[in-house]
């Protein structure tokens, strides 16, 4: 185990759902990131949270959501969400290095997100 | 723009056997790259890294990667495979998305397959 939790880990929706993914880490990391992993796809980076503070959004539609209250917890909130975002939705954290040596990312184990 | 390239979709190999599964890679400035594994089910674990020096990198569970500059590769390796191995292969760059932080550019994997 890598330290990172996911919560849940199933999660079906229908397409005018409201939910939440949950991950937590409590490793002393700074910096928290979201991933969808898609079928035949390459890994693709949604949100970067640095120091709590939004540094990245990769053109992630606005159904998709992101909150990171503190340095050990981030959520991501989804609403109306589409069949095509059935996905493997991953948080990974990573320690905290201002001369950015430390690059290793430490992943959760995901949550499998079916839409109906 | 950093990337990764992983040209094969599957690698068939037969236990005992060594194995390489390839990556090569695209950056500006000086690369540090990764291996990550994905086992069914379970978000992706950290193998190996290349910051700086020796060429041979050894990581996790007896595997192997040989950075090469001037074939800009990083070729994932194993002398004896294990059919407990069988798993997605990802390799990642770093990208310095910015002041203070980085992220990770992840190629689309390939899947090992290690027969008895």
């Known amino acids: 185990e890598t330290g990172v939790t996911q919560t849940p880990r199933h999660l079906v929706m229908g397409m005018t759902n409201k939910k939440s993914l949950k991950c937590e880490q409590h490793?002393?990391?700074?910096?928290m990131y979201w991933y969808k992993q898609s079928a035949k796809k390459p890994l693709e980076l949604m949100f970067v949270y640095n120091f709590k503070e939004q540094t990245e959004n990769n053109s992630v539609p606005s159904r998709f959501s992101p909150e990171c209250p503190n340095s050990s917890h981030l959520f991501l909130h989804l609403h109306t969400l589409q069949p095509e975002d059935s996905a493997l939705y991953l948080c990974?954290?990573?320690?905290?290095?201002?001369?950015?040596?430390?690059?290793?990312?430490?992943f959760g184990p995901g949550t499998r997100l079916l839409v109906l | 723009a950093q990337s990764v390239a992983q040209p094969e979709d599957q690698v068939n190999v037969a236990e005992g056997n060594p194995l390489t599964v390839k990556c090569t890679y695209s950056v500006s400035g000086n690369p540090y790259l990764f291996w990550y594994v994905q086992y069914p089910n379970r978000g992706l674990q950290f193998l190996l890294k290349?910051?700086?020096?020796?060429?041979l990198v050894k990581g996790s569970y007896g595997f192997e990667a040989e950075f090469n500059k001037s074939q800009t590769s990083f070729h994932l390796k194993k002398p004896s495979a294990l059919v407990s191995d069988s798993a997605l292969y990802f390799c990642?760059?770093?990208?310095?998305?910015?002041?203070?932080?980085?992220?990770?550019?992840f190629g689309k994997g390939t899947m090992l397959l290690v027969s008895p």
């Open positions: 990642a760059v770093r990208d310095l998305a910015g002041p203070g932080y980085s992220t990770l550019t």
């Open positions: 490793l002393g990391h700074n910096a």
């Open positions: 990974a954290s990573r320690p905290k290095d201002s001369q950015l040596k430390q690059e290793t990312q430490y």
């Open positions: 290349y910051i700086t020096g020796d060429n």
